[in-house]
């Protein structure tokens, strides 16, 4: 099992920078593949980014390709997004989630398979 903690969102202008941090308990953290989502207000939770357990592999939905990028640092238990570049529809709050211990994700995991998460954490751009 790991609990994820979510850290960095604030208040940024279009076109700045922030770095979201998601800290993970647990001596396993490097089984778990994670990958960040984001709920803006009024519309569904939608996937953003992940990353292989190893950090090898990584893939991001289309609207932040070149504009963000995740990370992790498995002797931290941290997984990072670095976004950049942002714009106001990146209003939203962005969570951390993992499915269980080895499963393998990609952009197209449905949300059921991932069974922890953060409680989010608020990024605001304004324009």
């Known amino acids: 099992q790991v609990q994820l903690v979510e850290s960095g969102g604030g208040l940024a202008q279009a076109g700045g920078s922030l770095r979201l941090t998601c800290a993970a308990s647990?001596?396993?953290?490097?089984?778990?593949?994670l990958a960040w989502f984001r709920q803006a207000p009024g519309k569904e939770r939608e996937f953003v980014a992940t990353?292989?357990?190893?950090?090898?592999?990584?893939d991001y939905t289309d609207s932040v390709k070149r504009r963000m990028i995740i990370s992790r640092d498995n002797a931290k238990n941290t997984v990072f997004l670095q976004m950049n570049s942002l714009k106001p529809e990146d209003t939203a709050v962005y969570y951390c989630a993992a499915p269980p211990p080895y499963y393998r994700i990609t952009s197209y995991t449905p949300e059921k398979r991932y069974l922890y998460w953060g409680q989010g954490t608020q990024v605001t751009v304004s324009s």
């Open positions: 647990g001596r396993t953290f490097s089984t778990y593949d």
């Open positions: 990353i292989s357990s190893d950090g090898d592999s990584t």
